[in-house]
């Protein structure tokens, strides 16, 4: 199927999700997760209308890069090696996996410009996973403001991998309590307004709990 048809697909349930939360589709961005398919594949995207594409390995982003043309915003969304910051900081516009002062230390020597960052919270708690745990959360964004490479646009997690709808919404759930708490301190260096959260199995229950960012890979650009 042509990525637009499932892009409209996606819109519509992004539509409904938005009215059962009483939002307007627009608060809502879609992360096209296209680090497993083609440049071809990518490019198809992007003709579609999709500006957001999301990318986890230096290598084959710069490739992906260079072939692909368009209005587009890239979103490092996987875990970042401190040793390859250099390679991927200045040619992102969105870090969704910050998550520890070595890395916010790194970024700040390497990049050339500030770079918008979403920090990794492991609200879910499995041991597998990457991120802050939320109680350290509030603390850590505190410690960012001598860092001026470093804007928290806001937060990220990944629900549990489960078909229990309260586990998944719980989650998200507790993301976006911790973004207001984080919010509401008003820092100069953390507005804090945004949650990367969701993706093609739970963006709805996301979406209905708040997401603003939502990384959709298998059902709309495929495996």
């Given at each position: 199927m042509k990525v637009s048809e499932k892009l409209e697909n996606i819109n519509k349930e992004i539509y409904s999700a938005c009215e059962r939360a009483g939002r307007q589709p627009d608060t809502v961005k879609i992360v096209a997760v296209t680090k497993y398919v083609s440049n071809e594949r990518t490019q198809e995207a992007v003709d579609a209308g999709l500006v957001h594409l999301g990318e986890n390995r230096p290598?084959?982003?710069h490739e992906k890069k260079e072939a692909v043309s368009g209005n587009i915003k890239w979103h490092y969304i996987g875990s970042l090696?401190?040793?390859k910051v250099k390679n991927v900081i200045n040619d992102i516009d969105y870090l969704h996996s910050l998550d520890r002062l070595s890395l916010v230390k790194e970024i700040q020597k390497r990049a050339e410009h500030q770079v918008d960052c979403f920090i990794q919270i492991n609200v879910s708690g499995?041991?597998?996973?990457?991120?802050?745990s939320p109680e350290?959360?509030?603390?850590?964004v505190?410690?960012?403001a001598n860092y001026d490479k470093i804007n928290v646009?806001?937060?990220m997690t990944m629900a549990p991998l489960t078909e229990d709808e309260e586990v998944i919404r719980s989650c998200f759930k507790q993301l976006a309590v911790l973004r207001d708490s984080i919010a509401a301190k008003n820092l100069q260096h953390a507005p804090?307004?945004?949650?990367?959260?969701g993706m093609s199995n739970d963006f709805t229950i996301a979406i209905e709990e708040g997401a603003t960012y939502?990384?959709?890979g298998s059902s709309l650009v495929g495996e």
């Open positions: 290598e084959g982003f090696q401190s040793r499995e041991e597998q996973k990457h991120g802050l350290n959360a509030a603390h850590f505190e410690d960012l646009v806001g937060l804090c307004t945004e949650l990367s959260m939502i990384r959709i």
